[in-house]
C-alpha cells in the first residue's frame, strides 16, 4: 500500500500503531510500523494519568501499542507521542484500521497475481482510490455499497471484473467510520466555555449516526463519525462541523473544519 511511506510524517493528532522498541528512566523509544520503521518518543507523563512507578507496567519491549501523535519535527526528525491520551475506543478502532489496511494489501496482491501486474500497476490503483477516500479499504467498502462506485475509478476495465469479484468475496462491512477536525478559538474572557459550547453542537447534532470528539491539541479537535453508509457519514461530519464552526464565529471566535489535516506539523 502507499498510504504511508518511508518518507512521509504522520499528523498531529493522528493515531499510529508502533512497537515499543526500548524502554528507559524517562520514556520508551517507539518504532512507527506504518511509516518506514521512523522513530518516536513516548516521554514517561504521557505514558498514563496515573503516577508511574515502574514503566515496565504499562509497556514492556516489543508491544504493540497504539499511540496519538502530540506534535511532529520534520526537520529534526522528531516525533512526540502519547499513550494516556489514547481511550479504548480508539485503541480498537485503530486497530481494525490495520487490519482493514492488511485485508486491503491481500486482496491487491491477489489481483496483482491474477494479472500479473507491476508495482506499479498496484500503486496506480492504490493512488486512484486515494483520490476520492480516506484509504484503500474505505473505497473497496464503498464499492460493496454500490457496485457503479467502481465505474467512477481511472482502473483498467479489464480488472474491474476480476476486482469487483474479489471485493465482494472479502469485505462485508458492518458500519463505516471517518474523520475529520475543527479548528476554534476564542478571544473573549471566558473562551474555554464558548468552545466547549461550541463542541456541544457536533456532539447534539441530529442523526442517526454516531459522533465522537475528542480534544487532540490547542486549538485542534478531533471528529469522528460512524454511519451505515458513507454519504450520511459525510453529511453528519460537514454539517455538524459546520454548526459548530458557525456557532464559534457568532460569538466572536475563530473555527474552521478540515476533512483532512495536511501539513499540520510542528515546524
Known sequence: MVEETKDSYPDVGELVLGTVEG??????????????????????????????????DYVREGQKVVLLVLRVNPQRGHIDLSLRRVTDAQRKEKLQKVKQKQRANK???????????????????????????????????????????????????????????????????????ITGYVELKSYEANGIDTIKKSLKKIKNYKTECDIDVIYVSAPLYRVS???????????????????????????????????????????
Request: one cysteine or more; aromatic letters at 10%; hydrophobic letters at 35%.
Open 225 to 267: 463519525v460512524r454511519a451505515k453508509d458513507y454519504k450520511s457519514a459525510e453529511r453528519a461530519l460537514r454539517n455538524s462541523a459546520e454548526e459548530c464552526v458557525e456557532y464559534i464565529k457568532k460569538h466572536k471566535g475563530y473555527g474552521e473544519f478540515h476533512r483532512k489535516l495536511t501539513g499540520k506539523t510542528e515546524k
Open 107 to 177: 486482496l491487491l496482491e491477489l489481483l496483482a497475481k491474477e494479472f500479473k501486474l507491476s508495482t506499479n500497476d498496484i500503486r496506480a490503483i492504490e493512488q486512484e482510490f486515494l483520490k476520492r477516500f480516506d484509504s484503500v479499504y474505505e473505497g473497496l467498502e464503498a464499492i460493496t455499497m454500490d457496485n457503479s462506485t467502481l465505474d467512477g475509478l481511472k482502473i483498467d476495465e479489464k480488472w474491474k471484473p476480476e476486482l469487483l469479484d474479489l471485493i465482494k468475496k472479502s469485505i462485508k462491512p458492518p458500519f463505516v467510520s
Open 23 to 56: 524502554i528507559f528512566k524517562q520514556g520508551a523509544f517507539i518504532t512507527l510500523d506504518e511509516y518506514g520503521k521512523k522513530k518516536g518518543m513516548l516521554h514517561l507523563s504521557e505514558i498514563s494519568l496515573k503516577w508511574v512507578r515502574n514503566i515496565r
